[in-house]
């Protein structure tokens, strides 16, 4: 037990700040990559919610792709094939030299698409349960679309997406597991280099394990506030 | 040709002519960019169907498939299995199999698979004495069944959740039912609650099916050569990116085709309950 403990303590004989480093590697990169998911998510659900066909087909065929690969694959896809698109552009102007992509923008990037084309399809169930007459008495109050949209619907939007989007927050927190792989120093790549150095690999990944439910409940307690908040105008009723 | 009213014979008036909107420019400019990146990954394909890369590495892509076909039709069998004491101990009325049936599915649904699988895989061998005197580290040694345990256990528990969800989604009345016709409540279960419960259960079912195809991706990183796996190793022996498009249309192959049955089966099996 004492043994656990020096291992898991801070400074030169334990390993606590490299989890910690890693752990705060993995909750930036959740926290990074949700506003791009989120942005990218509404826009694509306005897209399938559109009348025009064409937009329709072009936003359906991003989230068939996106949800039909595997999280992982998407990672090295993006990962190689942005190294090796620069690599062979650089090549056309006669640069010839080895790029390296930063692997937490790939991950970054990597994982928006996967959210966004999840996070769209949150979104597009929302808008179905507004009713069409919210959109009718903004324009009878004179508002302008885009006033509709961020004064009228959106509000409502939020309140109706959360639950959904709120098990996306979660599952994306999980999925900043796999860039791990692709070299990234988060939370499972430091307790996998722990685990090898002490050759305590079972408290380890188990310590990874727990770290990852802690992070999940502190999740669902900020989000049950959230929650709480957007429905704070349906008490009066 | 627009056809005359019978009564009146009056034509009606032609649609008037579709404007081209900003909305419409911008998706037919997105369809474009689809199409056009979907011609060139075909021609991409299909000029490289023989090449020296396609040739020397299309039979490890096959074995690969039928590892990742093998591992995800395991671990669904077996964790349907498993899901069904979880599932009973979930709704169970008393604490002391509710729960830890509560605690196995927060702690698999909450964790990553990288993490459970390299808690099974690497972290058996911090019990390698304690398992080798029960004879179980034969086991623990195995990447292949180390995933397949990890696999299990996971989709169990997500399993277990869609059970239970579905089973308490059957009105009660359907119990009342069973009960005032003097069925006996396993006979109520199986017959009557079961069937419409399943029912309700396909979707997410096949949702869990999907998740496995993808999740069984991270089998490659514990050294199994499954399709992702076999696509890494091309991919380090040729440093050539048409290793992970392959798999890329692999998988959405798959993927598609399993969600399009799936649609169809379901469509099939829910047809008494269309309007």
């Given at each position: 037990?004492?043994?656990?403990?020096?291992?898991?303590?801070?400074?030169?004989?334990?390993?606590?700040?490299t989890?910690a480093l890693g752990v705060l590697v993995t909750v930036s990169l959740a926290i990074a990559t949700l506003p791009f998911g989120?942005v990218l998510?509404?826009?694509?659900?306005?897209?399938?919610?559109?009348?025009?066909?064409?937009?329709?087909?072009?936003?359906?065929?991003?989230?068939?792709?996106f949800?039909?690969l595997?999280e992982l694959l998407t990672l090295f896809l993006v990962y190689f094939g942005v190294q090796i698109g620069i690599q062979q552009g650089l090549k056309?102007?006669?640069v010839e030299t080895y790029v390296e992509v930063n692997s937490f923008v790939a991950g970054m990037v990597a994982l928006s698409l996967v959210f966004s084309?999840?996070?769209?399809?949150?979104?597009?169930?929302?808008?179905?349960?507004?009713?069409?007459?919210?959109?009718?008495?903004?324009?009878?109050?004179?508002?302008?679309?885009?006033?509709?949209?961020?004064?009228?619907?959106?509000?409502?939007?939020?309140?109706?997406?959360?639950?959904?989007?709120?098990?996306?927050?979660?599952?994306l927190l999980k999925e900043t597991s796999l860039v791990s792989v692709i070299g990234l120093a988060d939370l499972v790549r430091e307790?996998g280099i722990?685990?090898?150095?002490?050759?305590?690999?079972?408290?380890?990944?188990?310590?990874?394990?727990?770290?990852?439910?802690?992070?999940?409940?502190?999740?669902?307690?900020?989000?049950?506030?959230?929650?709480?908040?957007?429905?704070?105008?349906?008490?009066?009723? | 040709?627009?056809?005359?009213?019978?009564?009146?014979?009056?034509?009606?008036?032609?649609?008037?002519?579709?404007?081209?909107?900003?909305?419409?420019?911008?998706?037919?400019?997105?369809?474009?960019?689809?199409?056009?990146?979907?011609?060139?990954?075909?021609?991409?394909?299909?000029?490289?169907?023989?090449?020296?890369?396609?040739?020397?590495?299309?039979?490890?892509?096959?074995?690969?498939?039928?590892?990742?076909?093998?591992?995800?039709?395991?671990?669904?069998?077996?964790?349907?299995?498993?899901?069904?004491?979880?599932?009973?101990?979930?709704?169970?009325?008393?604490?002391?199999?509710?729960?830890?049936?509560?605690?196995?599915?927060?702690?698999?649904?909450?964790?990553p698979?990288l993490?459970?699988?390299?808690?099974?895989?690497?972290?058996?061998?911090?019990?390698?004495?304690?398992?080798?005197?029960?004879?179980?580290?034969?086991?623990?040694?195995?990447?292949?069944?180390?995933?397949?345990?990890?696999?299990?256990?996971?989709?169990?528990?997500?399993?277990?959740?869609?059970?239970?969800?579905?089973?308490?989604?059957?009105?009660?009345?359907?119990?009342?039912?069973?009960?005032?016709?003097?069925?006996?409540?396993?006979?109520?279960?199986?017959?009557?609650?079961?069937?419409?419960?399943?029912?309700?259960?396909?979707?997410?079912?096949?949702?869990?099916?999907?998740?496995?195809?993808?999740?069984?991706?991270?089998?490659?990183i514990?050294?199994?050569?499954?399709?992702?796996?076999?696509?890494r190793?091309?991919y380090s022996?040729?440093y050539?990116f048409?290793?992970y498009?392959?798999?890329?249309?692999?998988?959405?192959?798959?993927?598609?085709?399993?969600?399009?049955?799936?649609?169809?089966?379901?469509?099939?099996?829910?047809?008494?309950?269309?309007?």
């Amino acid at each position: 037990m004492n043994e656990a403990l020096t291992l898991l303590s801070f400074g030169d004989q334990g390993w606590g700040d490299t989890i910690a480093l890693g752990v705060l590697v993995t909750v930036s990169l959740a926290i990074a990559t949700l506003p791009f998911g989120l942005v990218l998510g509404f826009l694509i659900a306005l897209a399938k919610k559109s009348s025009e066909p064409s937009l329709k087909l072009a936003a359906n065929i991003y989230t068939t792709v996106f949800r039909g690969l595997p999280e992982l694959l998407t990672l090295f896809l993006v990962y190689f094939g942005v190294q090796i698109g620069i690599q062979q552009g650089l090549k056309l102007i006669g640069v010839e030299t080895y790029v390296e992509v930063n692997s937490f923008v790939a991950g970054m990037v990597a994982l928006s698409l996967v959210f966004s084309s999840y996070a769209s399809e949150a979104f597009l169930s929302a808008f179905r349960g507004i009713p069409q007459g919210q959109y009718e008495g903004g324009h009878a109050l004179g508002l302008s679309r885009y006033q509709t949209m961020s004064l009228v619907i959106l509000p409502q939007l939020i309140r109706l997406a959360l639950p959904a989007l709120g098990n996306l927050w979660l599952i994306l927190l999980k999925e900043t597991s796999l860039v791990s792989v692709i070299g990234l120093a988060d939370l499972v790549r430091e307790s996998g280099i722990a685990a090898r150095v002490t050759k305590e690999p079972f408290m380890f990944f188990g310590i990874a394990c727990l770290i990852y439910l802690v992070l999940a409940m502190i999740s669902s307690t900020g989000l049950a506030r959230i929650e709480r908040w957007t429905k704070r105008g349906e008490g009066a009723r | 040709m627009i056809a005359a009213n019978p009564v009146t014979g009056l034509q009606r008036p032609p649609a008037p002519p579709r404007r081209w909107t900003n909305t419409r420019i911008f998706g037919h400019v997105l369809m474009a960019l689809w199409i056009l990146s979907g011609a060139s990954l075909v021609y991409y394909l299909g000029s490289n169907v023989a090449s020296p890369f396609v040739l020397k590495y299309w039979p490890n892509y096959l074995s690969g498939f039928i590892v990742t076909l093998q591992i995800v039709s395991v671990s669904l069998l077996l964790g349907a299995l498993l899901s069904l004491p979880i599932a009973a101990a979930r709704a169970s009325k008393w604490k002391i199999f509710s729960a830890p049936a509560y605690a196995y599915v927060y702690f698999f649904r909450g964790t990553p698979l990288l993490a459970q699988t390299f808690l099974i895989y690497y972290g058996a061998g911090s019990f390698r004495p304690e398992l080798e005197a029960v004879g179980l580290w034969g086991f623990f040694q195995e990447a292949w069944y180390c995933v397949i345990f990890a696999f299990s256990m996971n989709t169990a528990a997500y399993q277990a959740e869609i059970l239970r969800g579905a089973i308490q989604n059957v009105p009660k009345g359907q119990w009342e039912g069973a009960a005032a016709l003097g069925i006996s409540k396993p006979v109520a279960f199986f017959k009557i609650i079961l069937p419409q419960a399943l029912m309700v259960a396909l979707r997410p079912y096949g949702n869990e099916i999907i998740l496995m195809i993808k999740g069984s991706a991270i089998a490659s990183i514990v050294t199994i050569y499954d399709l992702m796996g076999e696509t890494r190793r091309a991919y380090s022996r040729s440093y050539d990116f048409q290793a992970y498009i392959w798999a890329a249309v692999t998988y959405l192959m798959i993927v598609e085709i399993l969600r399009r049955v799936w649609d169809k089966f379901e469509a099939r099996l829910t047809r008494h309950l269309k309007r």
